[in-house]
């Protein structure tokens, strides 16, 4: 009878969905905020200097989308108790954790032209480490909580015998992200996750390009182009999957 008790987005669950939706990105934001300024008091020949200014602009965007995915992720855990939440927070974990963080760390040899030697990697190691353990842990408690399995529909056990879920529920799709599923045509779900992947591809080919910039104008063509690209993307598989019959 446990299993049923342990139900809703309560316990360590509710510290995950919180911590994904907005304290993790509250708190980064903090982190990133205090630490530019500091390297700014200590060298003040930065104020102006064009390349510390697309530094400071890939790390605040590398770190928006991060925290986009982490808050999306806690929004779903709250609001939407199918599988896909799971599968979505579990992405999240490492997309948002040492993904995240590894970018981070990569953009002072890109932008900045630091030299990417053993000993440079050796300092900024800990925030990935622990951003890696961090996503382990949580990860384990979303493969193994019965509060998650009741809440979210992924099956518990039952006098010895584990209730599983189907194949398709367990399985994780890039559609799962948008949602296309609900399409009834195979084909028109298969265009939209194609629409979508796309459109993904393009943001980030012009995220690229407006990092490696030295040009402020190309940069900011390449940041506009790639938020339009997207929501053209999002545009287009709302309004075909408006008109297509959903599933029963």
């Not at 911590?19 to 509250?26: D, R």
């Not at 602009?57 to 599988?83: E, I, N």
């Not at 963080?101 to 032209?113: D, E, K, N, T, Y």
């Not at 622990?130 to 809440?151: D, H, K, M, P």
């Amino acid at each position: 009878m446990r299993a049923k008790e342990l139900r809703g987005v309560g316990g360590w669950l509710a510290l995950l969905a919180h911590g994904l939706l907005w304290i993790g990105p509250l708190m980064g934001a903090g982190r990133i905020n205090t630490n530019l300024l500091d390297v700014e008091h200590q060298y003040t020949a930065l104020d102006g200097n064009s390349l510390w200014w697309d530094y400071k602009l890939a790390t605040w965007l590398v770190f928006a989308l991060g925290a986009s995915v982490s808050a999306a992720a806690g929004w779903r855990l709250f609001r939407r108790q199918a599988p896909t939440s799971v599968y979505f927070a579990k992405a999240a974990l490492w997309v948002a954790g040492p993904c995240l963080s590894l970018a981070l760390q990569g953009l002072g040899p890109l932008v900045l032209g630091i030299p990417a030697s053993a000993e440079y990697w050796s300092e900024t190691a800990p925030p990935v480490v622990s951003a890696f353990l961090s996503a382990i842990v949580w990860t384990l408690y979303l493969a193994r909580s019965e509060r998650v399995r009741n809440t979210y529909g992924l099956g518990f056990p039952i006098e010895g015998k584990a209730v599983a879920s189907s194949t398709a529920t367990r399985r994780f799709s890039i559609s799962a992200l948008w949602e296309p599923e609900k399409i009834q045509n195979e084909g028109v779900r298969r265009i939209c996750k194609v629409i979508n992947v796309t459109g993904l591809m393009w943001v980030a080919l012009l995220v690229l390009i407006a990092i490696t910039s030295r040009e402020s104008g190309v940069t900011a063509f390449a940041l506009i182009a790639a938020v339009l690209g997207y929501g053209l993307a999002r545009t287009v598989t709302w309004v075909v999957a408006g008109f297509m019959k959903p599933k029963a």
